[in-house]
């Protein structure tokens, strides 16, 4: 099971780290510009992806090298809900300024990056509860209890 969640973890990092770097929406008719995520070119600009990317080194720095002062994976669930919130937020944001934009051509549209993270997050999120409950102090039922008197 261990290695089932490596991959979870694996995946949904990788998605939500290559999706912070794409384009998150697109706005503008005949010059359209779009919103990165982080952006490097020309000029160093962040729009929250270097938050997501902060909480993603942390989420797997602690799954693969867990410190003995953090052993509890109840940690993995706070960033990974943090990371669904962060990314409820910028779709939200998305949404709120395509309703405002109304029907003209040029509203904002969103792009991969966006729903990259977006999945990327859901998938940690998930691999971070599944690994709480693998990994929980939960009394597990032996043979002998559940049953009538023996016969």
Same mark, same amino acid.
């Given at each position: 099971?261990?290695?089932?969640?490596?991959?979870?973890?694996?995946?949904?990092?990788?998605?939500?780290?290559?999706?912070?770097?794409?384009?998150?929406?697109?706005?503008?008719?005949?010059?359209?510009?779009?919103?990165?995520?982080?952006?490097?070119?020309?000029?160093?600009?962040?729009?929250?992806?270097?938050?997501?990317? *902060? =909480? !993603?080194?942390?989420? %797997?720095?602690?799954? /693969?090298?867990?410190?003995?002062?953090?052993?509890?994976? $109840?940690?993995?669930?706070?960033?990974?809900?943090?990371?669904?919130?962060?990314?409820?937020?910028?779709?939200?944001?998305?949404?709120?300024?395509?309703?405002?934009?109304?029907?003209?051509?040029?509203?904002?549209?969103?792009?991969?990056?966006?729903?990259?993270?977006?999945?990327?997050?859901?998938? *940690? =999120? !998930?691999?971070?509860? %599944?690994?709480?409950? /693998?990994?929980?102090?939960?009394?597990?039922?032996?043979? $002998?209890?559940?049953?009538?008197?023996?016969?």
């Amino acid at each position: 099971m261990r290695t089932c969640l490596k991959i979870l973890y694996i995946i949904g990092a990788t998605l939500t780290a290559i999706g912070s770097f794409l384009p998150w929406w697109q706005e503008g008719d005949f010059i359209s510009y779009r919103t990165y995520g982080i952006r490097f070119y020309p000029t160093i600009k962040d729009n929250g992806g270097l938050l997501i990317m *902060l =909480l !993603i080194i942390i989420m %797997l720095w602690k799954f /693969f090298r867990p410190p003995r002062f953090a052993d509890n994976p $109840t940690w993995n669930i706070a960033i990974g809900g943090a990371l669904v919130f962060l990314s409820c937020y910028h779709s939200g944001r998305l949404l709120i300024r395509r309703i405002e934009a109304g029907r003209v051509i040029g509203a904002p549209v969103i792009q991969i990056g966006l729903i990259m993270v977006s999945l990327g997050s859901l998938l *940690l =999120l !998930i691999a971070a509860v %599944l690994h709480y409950a /693998f990994h929980s102090k939960v009394p597990q039922l032996t043979t $002998t209890q559940g049953r009538g008197p023996e016969e």
